[in-house]
């Protein structure tokens, strides 16, 4: 993949790791491959940095911080604004760095560009709103009042399915809020991260402020966030597993801590919904980034009376889906990110059928050679397939039938995580009901997407801790200051 040939600004296209303001490689030289899914070669090589390099970005931003902080909300807006222009200004050249790195389609992969860059625009403003209170006294002599101040530096560690995205979430606030960043972005997806820092240069965000630490060594960084006493907030998107293990390191330090983890998402279809428009959104919500989001419909349950029909438009709307390179203008679907996912959608699939889901569409490996997976559909899912249980991460959507609305919501909350939940229904009781009913941090009625940077985002359960966007995103960032005067 010749990927600087492609792009309108090659200088986006950067293989140096980004700490204190200086574009650096590894201190011992070190580097490591980064692939494009879509071709299965290799792209370029990136700095794979280790605890040192991370402890000085750490150092770089706990510095920068001093002056960062104590400059008004409004210059921070000024430049993260000017961030935000550019990004969208490069949107094209982002989208196609991040569509070859991570597989994505190049429209999806255009559009994050513009969900992650949201965020920074978002909290530019909310970074001016950072309002503290007065309390009446409660002594005569008293006058008490409760300042909110940035949290401190903030290491952060984020996942391939949205290489933009799920750093520009973090970063946005922490930075209007007058927080330094160190960010670690997977391993999978680099470039990305490195070119948003980039223009982070360009908008003139201050050196050191916001740093790019590439590394394999994924484990090794956790730990230097952890064990490091200048970072004081830890900022994660992955697995579960992975979030607990982190959760575990930063007792160590008692530090703040935000998760956003796995999620198994129901998407249930009631008789009485409008099937064309549940059709639809169960396929935006289900193949959405080749199902590779932790927000995509992993479960679709479908009440009896329309279980059938609902089955045939499904499955006659997914087999349109055009699945391909991740560059080309006209894929829908791309590859999955690695042989391990790919195993995995095999294995769901296996048990599936094992245990008597009938396939209905694909089933297997595409035909085109690599990490190509068959959009697939099964009829007959049952609670006891591997698929009701874990998150399959893919294009495989199994459809459960149900007959009651208290034993679809049981089913529906029988998991241990709690991230995004989904419904079609039209009766406005049944609606408000099953909305309040579902535990879920997120609850989509009658559409398949509910992303944006105006809402908070975030999970319940095992699904994490915190909420990411709104005006609640940037509380993760501050800590709570209360000033007790005696006059
Ligand atoms: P995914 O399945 O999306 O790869 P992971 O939770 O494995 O989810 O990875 C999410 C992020 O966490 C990636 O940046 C990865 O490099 C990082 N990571 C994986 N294991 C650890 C660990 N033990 N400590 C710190 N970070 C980790």
């Not at 706990?62 to 104590?70: I, N, S, T, V």
């Not at 970063?171 to 982070?200: M, Q, R």
């Not at 129901?266 to 989001?293: E, M, S, Y």
């Not at 479908?302 to 045939?312: C, H, L, N, S, T």
């Given at each position: 993949t010749d990927l600087a040939g492609m792009l309108?600004?090659?200088?986006?296209?950067?293989?140096k790791a980004y700490v204190a303001g200086d574009w650096i490689d590894a201190d011992d030289g070190a580097t490591f491959e980064v692939t494009n899914?879509?071709?299965?070669?290799?792209i370029c090589t990136v700095p794979d940095l280790g605890r040192a390099e991370t402890a000085r970005a750490i150092a770089a931003a706990e510095a920068a911080q001093k002056d960062w902080q104590a400059r008004t909300a409004k210059e921070r807006a000024t430049i993260l604004r000017r961030w935000f222009d550019l990004m969208m200004k490069n949107q094209d050249d982002l989208g196609t760095i991040l569509s070859a790195e991570m597989g994505k389609a190049l429209t999806e992969a255009k559009g994050e560009i513009a969900y992650g860059a949201s965020f920074i625009e978002w909290f530019a403003e909310e970074g001016k709103r950072v309002y503290g209170e007065t309390i009446p006294g409660h002594q005569p002599d008293k006058r008490l009042m409760v300042i909110r101040q940035p949290v401190g530096v903030v290491g952060a560690i984020t996942p391939w399915n949205f290489p933009n995205a799920m750093i520009t979430r973090k970063c946005g606030p922490a930075l209007a809020a007058g927080c330094g960043f160190v960010s670690k972005p997977a391993g999978e997806t680099p470039l990305s991260a490195l070119a948003i820092a980039v223009l982070a240069e360009r908008a003139g965000l201050p050196a050191g402020i916001f740093n790019v630490v590439t590394s394999s060594a994924s484990a090794d960084i956790g730990k230097e966030f952890c064990e490091n006493p200048a970072v004081r907030k830890l900022t994660f998107t992955g697995s579960t597993e992975v979030g607990r293990i982190l959760l575990n390191q930063a007792s160590a330090q008692v530090m703040k801590c935000s998760m956003e983890l796995g999620g198994n998402a129901p998407f249930i279809v009631f008789d009485d919904a409008d099937l064309d428009a549940a059709v639809q959104g169960a396929i935006a919500c289900k193949f959405r980034n080749n199902g590779q989001t932790c927000v995509c419909a992993n479960r679709i349950y479908v009440q009896d009376g329309i279980y059938d029909a609902f089955a045939e438009k499904f499955a006659k709307a997914v087999s349109e889906l055009n699945v391909g390179d991740?560059?080309?203008?006209?894929?829908?679907l791309g590859p999955l990110i690695t042989e391990k996912a790919m195993k995995k959608v095999e294995e769901h699939q296996e048990d599936a059928t094992r245990k008597g889901g009938e396939v209905i569409l694909g089933g297997k490996?595409?035909?085109?050679?690599?990490l190509y997976y068959e959009p697939t559909v099964i009829k007959n899912a049952t609670q006891d397939m591997a698929c009701a249980t874990e998150?399959?991460?893919?294009p495989f959507a199994p459809l459960f039938r149900f007959t009651d609305e208290e034993d679809v919501i049981a089913k529906a909350n029988d998991t241990i995580f709690g991230l995004a939940s989904y419904f079609y229904a039209r009766d406005l009781s049944r609606v408000y009901k099953v909305a309040e009913a579902l535990e879920y941090g997120i609850v989509g009625v009658n559409t398949g997407i509910i992303s944006t940077e105006v809402a908070p985002f975030g999970g319940v359960k095992q699904s994490g801790l915190g909420r990411e966007g709104s005006r609640h995103g940037i509380e993760d960032y501050l800590e709570m200051k209360y000033i007790c005067m005696s006059v």
């Amino acid at each position: 993949t010749d990927l600087a040939g492609m792009l309108k600004d090659p200088s986006l296209l950067v293989t140096k790791a980004y700490v204190a303001g200086d574009w650096i490689d590894a201190d011992d030289g070190a580097t490591f491959e980064v692939t494009n899914p879509s071709r299965g070669d290799v792209i370029c090589t990136v700095p794979d940095l280790g605890r040192a390099e991370t402890a000085r970005a750490i150092a770089a931003a706990e510095a920068a911080q001093k002056d960062w902080q104590a400059r008004t909300a409004k210059e921070r807006a000024t430049i993260l604004r000017r961030w935000f222009d550019l990004m969208m200004k490069n949107q094209d050249d982002l989208g196609t760095i991040l569509s070859a790195e991570m597989g994505k389609a190049l429209t999806e992969a255009k559009g994050e560009i513009a969900y992650g860059a949201s965020f920074i625009e978002w909290f530019a403003e909310e970074g001016k709103r950072v309002y503290g209170e007065t309390i009446p006294g409660h002594q005569p002599d008293k006058r008490l009042m409760v300042i909110r101040q940035p949290v401190g530096v903030v290491g952060a560690i984020t996942p391939w399915n949205f290489p933009n995205a799920m750093i520009t979430r973090k970063c946005g606030p922490a930075l209007a809020a007058g927080c330094g960043f160190v960010s670690k972005p997977a391993g999978e997806t680099p470039l990305s991260a490195l070119a948003i820092a980039v223009l982070a240069e360009r908008a003139g965000l201050p050196a050191g402020i916001f740093n790019v630490v590439t590394s394999s060594a994924s484990a090794d960084i956790g730990k230097e966030f952890c064990e490091n006493p200048a970072v004081r907030k830890l900022t994660f998107t992955g697995s579960t597993e992975v979030g607990r293990i982190l959760l575990n390191q930063a007792s160590a330090q008692v530090m703040k801590c935000s998760m956003e983890l796995g999620g198994n998402a129901p998407f249930i279809v009631f008789d009485d919904a409008d099937l064309d428009a549940a059709v639809q959104g169960a396929i935006a919500c289900k193949f959405r980034n080749n199902g590779q989001t932790c927000v995509c419909a992993n479960r679709i349950y479908v009440q009896d009376g329309i279980y059938d029909a609902f089955a045939e438009k499904f499955a006659k709307a997914v087999s349109e889906l055009n699945v391909g390179d991740g560059l080309d203008e006209s894929t829908d679907l791309g590859p999955l990110i690695t042989e391990k996912a790919m195993k995995k959608v095999e294995e769901h699939q296996e048990d599936a059928t094992r245990k008597g889901g009938e396939v209905i569409l694909g089933g297997k490996p595409h035909d085109l050679v690599g990490l190509y997976y068959e959009p697939t559909v099964i009829k007959n899912a049952t609670q006891d397939m591997a698929c009701a249980t874990e998150e399959t991460f893919g294009p495989f959507a199994p459809l459960f039938r149900f007959t009651d609305e208290e034993d679809v919501i049981a089913k529906a909350n029988d998991t241990i995580f709690g991230l995004a939940s989904y419904f079609y229904a039209r009766d406005l009781s049944r609606v408000y009901k099953v909305a309040e009913a579902l535990e879920y941090g997120i609850v989509g009625v009658n559409t398949g997407i509910i992303s944006t940077e105006v809402a908070p985002f975030g999970g319940v359960k095992q699904s994490g801790l915190g909420r990411e966007g709104s005006r609640h995103g940037i509380e993760d960032y501050l800590e709570m200051k209360y000033i007790c005067m005696s006059v």
